[in-house]
């Protein structure tokens, strides 16, 4: 009788997994198919050198480093990522995690689908998302508990169209000023960016170093959320290990803060582990 009671409550959690599994693919399937239907086209086929005409001098050092003249627009990326995030907001608390991304470049878009290993056996589940000019940030356990449920308002959608320009750093074309973004001088490494889309509007500071990478990618305030409150806060993006990929030079390591008075606490470390571009 014992054993049938436990085989009894291996199956029902089983099914349980399983339905887990198949509700958070279906979602996922839903949300990329928004992704596409709010998809347009990108305007130009390939890049010109002559866009840069006008540009701060930092931002024309960045385009002719990492492009090639002629070099086709990106329309899509796919990317796996992998690494480490930090689940507390105000300790160390560091876990393994693994992703899929989807990017479309007009509409801005994407979606963060990661999986993160809370303690052997127990994965948590996030989509981290931008779509239509909604921000979506949804996190379950195992595809069924819901621990948190972010979506629909300004501010998240500023949140997440932060993200997609600060990451644009995967996608450069994305910050050619054809695309839509419009840069502003600051100094000689340095150069502010801003990317509106429908109702919202970001301005990021970008900084470059000497060989006209991105080092790093900046938020003035970015809503941080501390025991369900949302605080505007500083918001760091650096990037690292620049590689060239299908005729582009990307980074392929980054590490993102917010930037607190007592100095920086870093929550996400990762590296890309595959792209596939669409152009």
């Known amino acids: 009788m014992i054993l049938i009671v436990i085989l009894g409550l291996m199956a029902i959690a089983t099914a349980a997994l399983l339905y887990g599994h198949f509700r958070w693919e279906s979602a996922t399937g839903e949300m990329h198919a928004r992704l ?96 239509a000019g909604e921000g979506v940030l949804h996190a379950t356990l195992f595809g069924l508990v819901s621990l948190a449920n972010l979506r629909g308002t300004p501010e998240i959608a500023q949140g997440e169209l932060m993200r997609f320009l600060a990451e644009a750093a995967w996608y450069p074309t994305a910050l050619l000023p054809s695309q839509g973004v419009q840069w502003t001088a600051v100094d000689d490494f340095s150069a502010k960016a801003t990317l509106k889309d429908g109702e919202t509007a970001v301005t990021l500071l970008f900084r470059f170093d000497e060989n006209g990478m991105i080092q790093s990618a900046r938020a003035d305030a970015r809503g941080r959320t501390v025991a369900g409150v949302t605080i505007p806060t500083p918001w760091e993006v650096q990037w690292s290990n620049y590689q060239l990929r299908d005729g582009m030079c990307i980074p392929t390591g980054g590490e993102v803060a917010w930037m607190l008075p007592e100095g920086p606490q870093p929550y996400f470390r990762g590296r890309t582990t595959s792209l596939r571009y669409e152009f």
């Open 36 to 131: 596409e239907a709010a998809r347009q086209i990108v305007g130009r086929e390939r890049y010109r050198q002559d866009e840069l005409f006008g540009l701060p001098a930092p931002v024309q050092k960045y385009f002719q480093a990492v492009l090639k003249d002629r070099q086709p627009i990106v329309s899509a990326v796919h990317l796996e990522l992998s690494g480490t995030i930090n689940m507390s907001a105000t300790a160390e608390n560091w876990k393994r995690f693994t992703s899929t991304q989807r990017v479309i470049a007009q509409r801005p878009g994407f979606d963060w689908e990661g999986r993160i290993e809370m303690i052997p056996g127990l994965t948590a589940r996030v989509h981290d998302a931008y779509i």
